[in-house]
């Protein structure tokens, strides 16, 4: 078994798990988000989360990572970063429905304004990025590097689902702004790009 596996293989060991061996992919999803909220709740108990969430599925990670964390006690707030009639994916789409119904405050970033009564107001103790996860390459788009900007600027323990949005999960490389994690929660297997320091 390789130490760690490229954005590529993953996907594919993914597309085994579901072809192969009948695991389906929002059994996938619950498995990962509540993972991810366990690792969380080992050091945050209590206080309040702020979970920003795309619309891919590594925002239908969030989904499932906040209601795991609602529910054994974080108040949590979830933040999508457009509109949530956008988010087309069968299993985002669930996830988000699901988390509805379990009574998790969710919100649309959608603006400047949003963003920036955001800035004003900001009791959280922690934040969970779920924007982007290991598909992402490139440079992130302006809306969604400024709400990077300001999650670095925050002051608060950030953890990132899979990989810290920005970051391409393969090279290791970032173009512009990036998710400044205190942990990162990935799925699996190591990223190779994880594990690399860009020069």
Do not use: W
């Amino acid at each position: 078994m390789k130490k760690a596996v490229t954005s590529a293989e993953m996907k594919e060991i993914d597309r085994l798990a579901e072809e192969e061996y009948f695991m389906p992919s929002i059994i996938l999803m619950e498995n990962a988000g509540r993972a991810s909220a366990e690792e969380i709740l080992k050091k945050n108990k209590k206080g309040k989360a702020a979970v920003f969430c795309g619309k891919g599925n590594n925002g239908g990670d969030g989904f499932v990572c906040s209601r795991h964390l609602f529910k054994n006690g974080v108040k949590t707030d979830v933040f999508v970063l457009g509109r949530c009639g956008d988010i087309k994916n069968r299993d985002p789409l669930a996830n988000l429905k699901i988390l509805r119904k379990a009574g998790v405050p969710v919100k649309e970033i959608t603006s400047p304004k949003d963003l920036e009564r955001l800035r004003k107001n900001f009791p959280y103790d922690i934040i969970v990025d779920a924007i982007f996860g290991i598909g992402f390459k490139g440079k992130l788009p302006e809306n969604i590097e400024n709400i990077v900007k300001f999650i670095n600027s925050a002051g608060k323990r950030v953890y990132s689902l899979d990989a810290p949005s920005g970051l391409d999960a393969t090279s290791g490389k970032t173009q512009g702004a990036c998710v400044k994690a205190y942990m990162t929660i990935t799925f699996g297997l190591p990223k190779t790009g994880l594990l690399k320091r860009q020069a």
